[in-house]
């Protein structure tokens, strides 16, 4: 956040900068993912409500700000798309890098892992550097109850989860350390919570020490990481400074895996001050300033979006910005952590943004969305996909992947055409004639496949369908060798997103379409009718009843 302590190295930046840095607070002033009116954001901020006006509006033309049915703003689903690459990393994929870090930190062994079946199963491992060291081999299991990894991620577990697990696995004494009662588990358990770390001293094997700390993701707790290694290497005065360390080790993996802080009280404000209060004070001059600076910051950010490192040069070259203005805007977003370095010290989207992206996707993805998706999944075992409009195109915000080997796959905030795809033809199909006729001017449709509907006469007679029977299909319309069903999702203001399976042409059968559009259709209507529409299927144009 921008601090009054840096107001007067503020105003000795280009105003460039300067209008940087205020649009860095504005986005960050909505990390908890709340809606803000003007005036709130002008409080939080600290910014003059004018030059907010000016901002917001232009954050608001370029997709990375929106307003909901009340006028008020809310993060854009542009931020999505551009967090995309880390919105779908696996556990693994995001705790590696961590991990490196932590291994050529403490040059101890450091071990991903795991809840299977009441057992930890390590899914990876970076082994010490020392020829005397703690090792083990992915895919080996250990018990719950002795790890450090293990009670950290014990620690975190609903009873009812837990209890049946020690059922089937007692507290078996592995050392003269081991605990073997449940009282003293529940009484370590209660102290791991409270502190954040897990310490093994001993209790899986004599002689060894390890520090534990659980990773979180969206849904919960995702498995856990510790660092191990012999107890003369990792004596018990090094524990809590290790733990401490590998917590905020953990919570960075959680970041990344969408896990969210409580949202920050409304109280705080974060006061930005500027050579001139009022852009508009110099003229129409500084207007447009702002306004460009806005833009070349979009620009910037969504040079990213396909998750890559950029240099200084190819972030100057892909953007079209002046080598000199890139770096200092770069270096602004950099100090707002909205972009980051990697170890080659080239580019890479920042965490913060990550975070913002993550803060939309709990505002769109309502619970019973997700609860009706995972049963959904779990009846068919295809992919489930949950898009909202934005922009003329439909952007995933919530996708469980198949558990095929061979299946059809869609990251979170992937955009893909409204015309081509079963998800984007149930949302079309119920837009008001105004909306869809204003999206097919601007965004016609491109042929994809040979199959793909381009001409608009047949598209709507398509789109006709569609609201009769109340589900659309994709049969190779925008990938060759993959079918789709899909259907509409309302609220009181009428259609919001829609719902999809998805599957290669050989997992789902033009023939097996139709039983899956009927479970989708009613699966919608559950959605629909949760979320207060007054039916689950309206015609366009048809009035929403407040």
Request: contains cysteine; glycine residues 8%.
């Amino acid at each position: 956040m921008w601090k009054a302590s840096e107001d007067a190295a503020a105003a000795s930046l280009p105003y460039l900068v300067q209008a940087v840095a205020r649009t860095a607070a504005i986005l960050e002033a909505f990390e908890g993912g709340e809606a803000l009116s003007l005036a709130e954001l002008t409080q939080r901020t600290g910014i003059p409500k004018p030059s907010v006006f000016r901002l917001a509006t232009t954050l608001e033309s370029v997709g990375l700000l929106d307003r909901d049915r009340n006028g008020s703003y809310v993060l854009g689903m542009r931020l999505v798309s551009l967090a995309q690459f880390y919105l779908s990393l696996s556990l693994t994929q995001a705790s590696r890098p961590v991990m490196e870090d932590l291994n050529r930190s403490f040059g101890h062994t450091i071990n991903l892992a795991v809840l299977d079946h009441g057992e930890m199963v390590f899914v990876e491992v970076l082994e010490s550097r020392n020829s005397f060291r703690m090792a083990t081999t992915i895919g080996a299991r250990e018990p719950l109850h002795a790890t450090a990894l293990g009670k950290a991620v014990a620690a975190h577990l609903p009873d009812a989860e837990f209890t049946p697990i020690l059922g089937e696995h007692p507290l078996r004494a592995l050392t003269a350390n081991t605990i073997v009662t449940r009282p003293q588990l529940d009484k370590e358990l209660e102290l791991i919570r409270a502190r954040g770390w897990a310490t093994d001293i001993g209790e899986s094997y004599a002689g060894a020490h390890a520090v534990g700390a659980a990773v979180f993701d969206r849904h919960g707790v995702a498995g856990g990481i510790s660092i191990s290694a012999s107890s003369s290497q990792l004596p018990v005065d090094e524990l809590p400074a290790t733990g401490a360390a590998l917590v905020r080790a953990a919570d960075t993996i959680s970041r990344m895996l969408g896990a969210f802080r409580p949202p920050r009280p409304a109280v705080q404000q974060h006061h930005v001050s500027v050579v001139s209060d009022d852009p508009q004070a110099a003229g129409p001059r500084r207007t447009v300033e702002v306004v460009q600076a806005v833009a070349k910051t979009a620009a910037i950010l969504e040079a990213f979006d396909s998750g890559e490192s950029l240099s200084l040069a190819q972030l100057t070259q892909r953007t079209g910005i002046p080598k000199p203005s890139v770096f200092r805007l770069a270096t602004t977003l950099e100090s707002f952590n909205l972009l980051g370095r990697d170890r080659a010290g080239a580019y890479v989207l920042g965490m913060k943004t990550v975070s913002l992206a993550r803060g939309v996707l709990a505002r769109t993805v309502p619970e019973v969305a997700r609860s009706v998706m995972r049963e959904t999944h779990s009846a068919f075992g295809h992919t489930v996909n949950l898009a909202v409009l934005d922009r003329g195109e439909m952007c995933f915000v919530e996708v469980l992947q198949s558990r095929n080997s061979f299946r059809m796959a869609v990251a979170i905030g992937a955009r893909e055409p409204l015309f081509s795809t079963a998800i984007g033809k149930a949302v079309a199909a119920h837009l008001p004639d105004e909306e869809l006729n204003r999206i097919l001017a601007k965004r016609p449709p491109v042929r994809l496949t040979p199959k793909t509907i381009t001409s608009p006469a047949r598209l709507k007679e398509e789109l006709k369908l569609i609201r009769e029977r109340g589900y659309a299909t994709d049969i190779e319309e925008c990938h060759i060798g993959a079918h789709c069903a899909g259907v509409p999702l309302f609220n009181r203001s009428g259609v919001w997103g829609g719902m999809s399976i998805s599957a290669p042409s050989s997992e789902l059968p033009v023939d097996e379409l139709p039983v899956i559009g009927s479970v989708l259709d009613d699966a919608g209507r559950r959605i629909s009718s949760a979320l207060g529409a007054d039916t689950a299927h309206r015609s366009p144009g048809q009035p929403a009843s407040e």
